[in-house]
């Protein structure tokens, strides 16, 4: 069997005409006699509202109840585009995680696939139906139903691709690929044909949202192709993929950045083995993804300034964790949530000197104070301001 899997994203099925139009492009690849597994997303906005429900009953919601009410946004819109392809004449219908079932191990709300069952999608496939399977959800070893993180259809559609052997997997969204920058924000970005997974990794999790940071671990692992292009129209998209497929090495593939994150400093820190350790270990405990952490040791030497990033969303418990964590002492928090991070990535720049000092020049020009600085091998810079 040809397996082709589609995913649309909340924008792609964000209203009735873009879901006939969802079905118009599906049709085109049974045309090409394809065997089309689809993966949706909610229509946009349907899962931000989710959560605004969730907040309004309590801050602290029970995490197996929250996922139940955040992964229902995606029944809607897979029904509505099996609904629509049963209504231009083919068999297709809808399946939510339990019911496939697809499997998911770790945390409520930051779950991952960890195993589909293939059996009844490939008998209506054999049978030339269009199953239509609901991303975002999944069911865990008690039965419960579970998410795998905000964007997260992108990372069932690479599992679903995984399981099937597919030969392809699109990723329909509403820009062209994926650009040197959000395309939306600087109109001078530019469409990047290919890229590497760990390229993408980085550009996704400083900041790109085209693509879950997750999703491209799964197809790197997985050694997944990914095209991403776009539903409302017929350019040629990006292919995301191993490193050796890749003919130009740019020394800077993109620009990655987010306005989301929040700065903690905390100064006069007791400065002993194991410090650290102390403070991170309640985050970890509570899921918060701590991001940069720069420590400086003061000129007593007794004492650190220790400073780490973190999303905003988790700035209020974060300062709660560490106001009442007995294990470590300090004279101060500092906190700053109106920080953005700017990262340049490229492979390239492993054996390019001078990417640094052309960064910072360009800062400096514009008169943009540098906060915090860190580095890996392939994602030269990142700094709050
Ligand atoms: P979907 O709903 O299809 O999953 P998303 O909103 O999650 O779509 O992701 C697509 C958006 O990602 C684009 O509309 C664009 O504004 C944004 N984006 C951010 N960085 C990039 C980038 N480097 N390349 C392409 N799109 C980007
Ligand atoms: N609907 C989910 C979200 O908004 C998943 C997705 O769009 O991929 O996060
Ligand atoms: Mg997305």
Redesign the pocket.
């Given at each position: 069997m040809k397996i082709v899997v589609l995913k649309?994203?909340?924008?792609?099925v964000g209203s009735i005409s873009r879901i006939k139009n969802v079905a118009r492009i599906i049709i085109s690849h049974i045309k090409k006699k394809y065997k089309v597994i689809v993966i949706s997303?909610a229509m946009?906005g349907e899962t931000n509202k989710l959560v605004k429900l969730t907040r309004q009953i309590s801050n602290n919601f029970t995490p197996s109840e929250y996922d139940s009410v955040v992964a229902a946004g995606e029944q809607i819109s897979c029904s509505l585009i099996a609904g629509r392809l049963n209504e231009e004449g083919y068999l297709s219908r809808s399946w939510l995680a339990w019911q496939v079932p697809i499997l998911t191990a770790g945390k409520y709300s930051y779950s991952r696939i960890v195993n589909i069952n293939k059996n009844n999608i490939t008998k209506y496939l054999k049978k030339g139906g269009i199953p239509v399977l609901a991303g975002f959800q999944g069911i865990n070893s008690e039965n419960r139903i579970t998410t795998i993180g905000r964007?997260g259809?992108?990372a069932s559609a690479i599992m679903v691709a995984k399981f099937f052997k597919a030969e392809k997997c699109i990723?329909?969204?509403?820009?062209d690929?994926?650009?040197?920058?959000?395309?939306?924000?600087a109109p001078k970005?530019k469409q990047i044909k290919q890229i590497s997974y760990e390229e993408m990794l980085e550009?996704s999790s400083l900041?790109?949202?085209?693509?879950?940071p997750h999703s491209i671990q799964d197809a790197r692992l997985n050694r997944v192709d990914i095209e991403v292009r776009s539903s409302f129209n017929n350019k040629p998209g990006s292919l995301i993929t191993k490193k050796k497929n890749i003919s130009t090495k740019n020394i800077i593939r993109?620009v990655?950045f987010s306005k989301n994150d929040s700065k903690i400093t905390l100064v006069g820190v007791k400065d002993r083995p194991g410090v650290a350790a102390a403070i991170f270990e309640p985050l970890y405990k509570n899921s918060i993804n701590v991001d940069m952490v720069v420590q400086n040791i003061s000129s007593s030497k007794k004492e650190t300034d220790l400073t780490f990033t973190i999303k905003n969303d988790d700035l209020i418990k974060s300062e709660k964790l560490i106001k009442k964590n007995k294990k470590i002492k300090f004279k101060k928090i500092i906190i700053d949530d109106k920080v953005s991070k700017v990262s340049i990535v490229g492979v390239g720049m492993i054996t390019t000197p001078g990417v640094t000092f052309r960064m910072f020049n360009a800062l400096a020009k514009r008169n943009i104070n540098i906060q915090v600085i860190s580095t890996s091998e392939i994602k030269n810079i990142s700094f709050d301001r």
């Open positions: 649309f994203g909340g924008t792609s997303s946009s964007g259809s992108d990723i329909y969204t509403d820009v690929g994926v650009f040197s920058t959000d395309p939306k924000l970005a550009m900041g790109a949202k085209v693509m879950q993109g990655s």
